[in-house]
C-alpha cells in the first residue's frame, strides 16, 4: 500500500474515532503483526487484549466479528444468536475486496459492515487491534468501539485449548 494511501486512511480512521470521542491511540510499528500472538510477542498487550477482526460471510451480508486473541469463533454460538443457518469466514480477496485491508490487518472500524464483538473482550477494557493499514495497531477503548460500529455484544468464543 503506498504511503500517501496509509496517511489517508489513517487519517480518516482518527477523524471518525475523533469525531465520536474515542479514547484510543494508533501505535506505528516495524512490521505488520498477522495474529494476535505477534501483537503479545512484540509486547503490544495482553493476549485477552488482542482483537482480531474476522469478516464472515452470510447469506444476509457480511459481519465483522472481533474477539478476544484469547479465544476462539463458535459458529454455532453466532448462528444460535443471530438466526442464520450457513457461515463461513470470507476468503482474503473477498476480505479485501469488502474492507480495503489485507487478512492480518483489517480495521476494528467497519462502518459498512454489521459488527460483532464478543463480550470477553468488554472484561478487558481495552483492545488492540487493526487499522486497515499495514505496520500500525489501534488501541481503543472497549466501550468506544461498541458504540462506534454499533455492535452486537453475545458470547460467541470459546476459550484457545490450555487457555
Known amino acids: 500500500m503506498e504511503s500517501d494511501e496509509v496517511i489517508r486512511r489513517l487519517d480518516v480512521l482518527r477523524a471518525t474515532l475523533d469525531r465520536a470521542g474515542a479514547d484510543y491511540e494508533i501505535l506505528p510499528h516495524a512490521i505488520t503483526y498477522h495474529s494476535a500472538e505477534d501483537g503479545v510477542a512484540h509486547g503490544v498487550g495482553s493476549l485477552a487484549e488482542m482483537a482480531p477482526t474476522f469478516i464472515l460471510k452470510t447469506k444476509r451480508g457480511f459481519i465483522a466479528a472481533?474477539?478476544?486473541?484469547?479465544?476462539?469463533?463458535?459458529?454455532?454460538?453466532?448462528?444460535?444468536?443471530?438466526?442464520?443457518?450457513?457461515?463461513?469466514?470470507?476468503?482474503?480477496?473477498?476480505?479485501?475486496?469488502?474492507?480495503?485491508?489485507?487478512?492480518?490487518?483489517?480495521?476494528?472500524?467497519?462502518?459498512?459492515?454489521?459488527?460483532?464483538?464478543?463480550?470477553?473482550?468488554?472484561?478487558?477494557?481495552?483492545?488492540?487491534?487493526?487499522?486497515?493499514v499495514p505496520n500500525h495497531t489501534l488501541r481503543i477503548k472497549v466501550d468506544d468501539l461498541v458504540r462506534i460500529t454499533g455492535a452486537e455484544v453475545f458470547d460467541f468464543t470459546e476459550p484457545k485449548s490450555g487457555n
Open 66 to 132: 472481533i474477539i478476544s486473541g484469547a479465544t476462539r469463533m463458535s459458529y454455532k454460538k453466532i448462528k444460535k444468536q443471530l438466526g442464520l443457518r450457513d457461515i463461513s469466514m470470507a476468503d482474503p480477496q473477498t476480505v479485501l475486496e469488502e474492507t480495503g485491508a489485507e487478512v492480518g490487518y483489517v480495521s476494528l472500524i467497519q462502518p459498512s459492515i454489521n459488527t460483532i464483538v464478543d463480550e470477553r473482550l468488554l472484561q478487558t477494557g481495552e483492545g488492540y487491534g487493526g487499522c486497515g
